[in-house]
Nanobody, 128 residues
């Protein structure tokens, strides 16, 4: 059973930072491109960032560019999303997702339809 598990969310003040983690269970993340998405209450799911299987390609949504950083540690079978400069508008459930990148090691996409596997999400709340 392929599972993705997010962690690292929490309640932070505006301007604060968190490091979100996406860990794999039952398979190696090394073969997969990973994306991060988020969904705020009453809003549609929104793209955030992605990283290719090789790590060579990263993409960011305009709303988070310069504040969020995606990275991967294949030895730990984990992908991270460092989120800095948080604002109340960043409040959402953050999900990681994966698609097989064996044939496309340098590709990642911000389209959620490309992803086959999804985690359950981790809540990020930004409030003073």
């Amino acid at each position: 059973q392929l599972q993705l598990v997010e962690s690292g969310g929490g309640l932070v003040q505006p301007g604060g930072s968190l490091r979100l983690s996406c860990a794999a269970s039952g398979f190696s993340l090394n073969d997969y491109a990973i994306g991060w998405f988020r969904q705020a209450p009453g809003k549609e799911r929104e793209r955030v960032s992605c990283i290719s299987r090789s790590g060579a390609t990263t993409l960011y949504a305009t709303s988070v560019k310069g504040r969020f950083t995606i990275s991967r540690d294949n030895a730990k079978n984990t992908v991270y999303l460092r989120v800095n400069g948080l604002t109340p508008e960043d409040t959402a459930i953050y999900y990681c997702a994966a698609f097989n990148g064996l044939l496309r090691p340098n590709v990642c996409v911000l389209s959620s339809s490309e992803y086959n596997y999804w985690g359950q999400g981790t809540q990020v709340a930004v409030s003073s």
